[in-house]
C-alpha cells in the first residue's frame, strides 16, 4: 500500500533532495512551497530527474490555515517531512519575529491541521545550532541546548512544543533530525544549492568564487583553537542528509517511536579543509583573504553520530572531496539552466 507523505518546503534546496529520495524509497510526495525561497521551476526538474510526469505540488505558506486545511483535505496523508522555514542565521538577527512567526507559527499551523486529520507521524528539521557553543565535541544528543541567535532559538522551542505535545499525547511521534552542515548537490547536476544573492554559507560562496561571480574568499579567523586557526565544521552531503529523512520516517512508519538524532559525519573540516577540497574539484586555486571573526560563530561543531546509525540504521558516507566534486557539477551544469 502507497504510503503518502506531505513534504512542505520541498522545493527548498534540501527538500528537493529529500523529494527525490522519498520516492525513490517509494513514498507518494505532495509539495507544499511558497517559493519565497526556492524556484517553481525546481518542480519540473524533480519531475525529469523522477520520472514522475506531474509532481503534484501546492504552492502556498504553511502559515495559511485555510490553504493548509485545502491541501489535508484533498489527500489522505499518512506523514509529513517539514522544511518550511527561515534559515538564515544573521537574517534572523534583524527580523527576529518574522522568525519566530514563520518558523514557530508555520510549525503550530501544521500540528492544528496534523491532529484535526489524525496525522501524527512528522520529520522535523532541526538544526546543530540548538547546541549554542558546545562544551563536548563530538557532540551527544543528551549535550544541553541553548541558542546564540533567534533562528536557533526558534529550532530549540519547536524542539520542546514537540516534546511537551509527544508527551501530552503519545499517539504522536516526531522525527527530530539536527543537521549539522548540509552542502553539496545531486550527482546528476540537475538540482542544488541556488542561492539568489551573495551566500552567507562557506561552500556556495566558495562556488561562487570558483565560478568567477566572486573575487575571492573571505577567511572568517584564522586564530581559533583548532589544527590550522580556521573554524572547524561537520559538512554533511545533501544526498546523505536527505536519505537520514527516508530512515527517520521508515523508522515512525514501522515503530510510530520518536526519535531526536544528528544528521553529520562526525568529521571536522576546516575552512581551509574545504578551500584544498573545493580546489581540487574545479582544478583551480581560489584567493582567499584572511579576515576578522564573524560574530556568533562557534570555533568547532562536530557530531556524535551513534544515535542516527543505532537507531535509524544511518550512516552519511561521501566525502568532502565528493560534496565540493557534487557542487561544482552542478555549478557548471544545473545552475545554468
Ligand atoms: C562555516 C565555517 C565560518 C563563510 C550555518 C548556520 C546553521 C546551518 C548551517 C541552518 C565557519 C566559515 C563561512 C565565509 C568563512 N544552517 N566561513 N567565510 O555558520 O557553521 O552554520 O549554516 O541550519 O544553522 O549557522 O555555516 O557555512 O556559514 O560557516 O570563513 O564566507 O566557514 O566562519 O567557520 P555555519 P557557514
Given at each position: ?20 529520495a ?6 507518494s ?13 525546481v ?22 490555515d485555510a ?25 534572523s ?48 544528543e ?6 546564540t541567535s ?17 508527551a ?16 553539496g ?22 562556488a ?8 575571492h ?5 584564522d586564530?581559533?583553537d ?47 579543509d ?33 544515535r ?7 550512516e ?7 560534496m ?14
Amino acid at each position: 500500500m502507497t504510503r503518502t507523505v506531505l513534504l512542505t518546503g520541498g522545493a527548498g534546496y534540501i527538500g528537493s533532495h529529500t523529494f527525490v529520495a522519498l520516492v525513490e524509497a517509494g513514498y507518494s510526495v505532495v509539495i507544499v512551497d511558497d517559493f519565497s525561497n526556492s524556484k517553481p521551476s525546481v518542480l519540473t526538474r524533480l519531475g525529469r530527474l523522477t520520472g514522475l510526469n506531474k509532481v503534484e505540488a501546492y504552492e502556498g505558506s504553511v502559515l495559511d490555515d485555510a490553504f493548509m486545511e485545502r491541501v489535508f483535505n484533498a489527500h489522505e496523508f499518512d506523514a509529513v517531512v517539514h522544511f518550511a522555514a527561515k534559515k538564515a542565521v544573521g537574517e534572523s538577527v534583524s527580523y527576529p519575529v518574522d522568525y519566530v512567526e514563520t518558523n514557530v507559527g508555520g510549525l503550530t499551523t501544521l500540528l492544528r491541521l496534523m491532529d484535526a486529520h489524525d496525522v501524527r507521524r512528522l520529520v522535523f528539521s532541526s538544526s546543530a545550532t540548538v547546541y549554542g557553543d558546545p562544551d563536548i565535541i563530538p557532540i551527544p544528543e543528551s549535550a544541553p541546548r541553548s541558542y546564540t541567535s533567534p533562528y536557533a532559538f526558534t529550532k530549540l522551542m519547536s524542539e520542546q512544543i514537540l516534546e511537551q505535545a509527544a508527551a501530552a499525547d503519545p499517539a504522536w511521534a516526531f522525527g527530530i533530525l539536527r543537521y549539522f552542515n548540509p552542502v553539496g548537490a545531486h550527482p546528476s547536476g540537475t538540482i542544488g544549492e541556488d542561492p539568489s544573492d551573495i551566500p552567507n554559507n562557506l561552500m556556495p560562496y566558495i562556488a561562487k568564487v570558483a565560478a568567477g561571480e566572486l573575487s575571492h574568499l573571505n577567511v572568517f579567523g584564522d586564530d581559533y583553537d583548532t589544527p590550522d586557526g580556521t573554524g572547524v565544521r561537520d559538512y554533511v552531503h545533501v544526498c546523505d542528509l536527505a536519505m537520514g529523512h527516508v530512515k527517520s520516517l521508515d523508522a515512525l512508519m514501522a515503530s510510530n517511536l520518536g526519535h531526536t538524532v544528528n544528521l553529520g559525519t562526525g568529521i571536522g573540516s576546516s575552512v581551509f579543509d574545504m578551500l584544498q577540497a573545493y580546489s581540487r574539484a574545479c582544478g583551480k586555486t581560489l584567493p582567499h583573504v584572511v579576515t576578522d571573526r564573524r560574530d556568533g560563530d562557534v570555533p568547532v561543531l562536530c557530531a556524535e553520530v551513534d544515535r542516527a546509525r543505532e537507531l535509524l540504521g544511518f550512516e552519511a558516507k561521501r566525502t568532502l572531496d565528493e560534496m565540493c566534486a557534487s557542487s561544482w557539477h552542478w555549478i557548471q551544469t544545473g545552475a545554468k539552466e
